[in-house]
C-alpha cells in the first residue's frame, strides 16, 4: 500500500513537472503558506494543552468539597444487585 502511493505520488510530481503547473517562483510563497499554517496549527494546540492543564490542575481543589455521606446504603445495593441478577439468569433460563 505504501508503494503504491509512492508510485502514485511520483506521478503527480513527474506530471506537475512536465506540464509546468507551478511556476518556480510560487513554490517558496506556498512554502511560505504552509509553514504559516503549520505555525497556527501548533500554537492552537499548544493553547488547548494548556487551558486543559490548567483545568486539571484546578479539579483537586474542587473534590475537597465532595460530600461524606453515600446516596445508596449497602442493603439497597445488594437488594438491587441480587434481584437484577435473577431478572437476567431467569431471563437466559427461559430463552
Do not use: W
Request: hydrophobic fraction near 35%.
Amino acid at each position: 500500500m505504501v508503494g503504491e502511493i509512492q508510485v502514485r505520488a511520483d506521478t503527480v510530481l513527474s506530471n506537475q513537472a512536465k506540464q509546468g503547473q507551478t511556476p518556480p517562483h510560487t513554490q517558496g510563497y506556498e512554502l511560505n503558506t504552509l509553514v504559516m499554517e503549520m505555525r497556527d496549527g501548533l500554537n492552537n494546540i499548544k493553547q488547548g494543552v494548556a487551558t486543559v492543564g490548567q483545568k486539571i490542575s484546578q479539579q483537586p481543589q474542587q473534590l475537597g468539597s465532595c460530600p461524606t455521606q453515600n446516596c445508596l446504603g449497602l442493603t439497597a445495593f445488594l437488594i438491587c444487585t441480587v434481584v437484577q441478577l435473577t431478572i437476567m439468569l431467569a431471563y437466559s433460563m427461559f430463552k
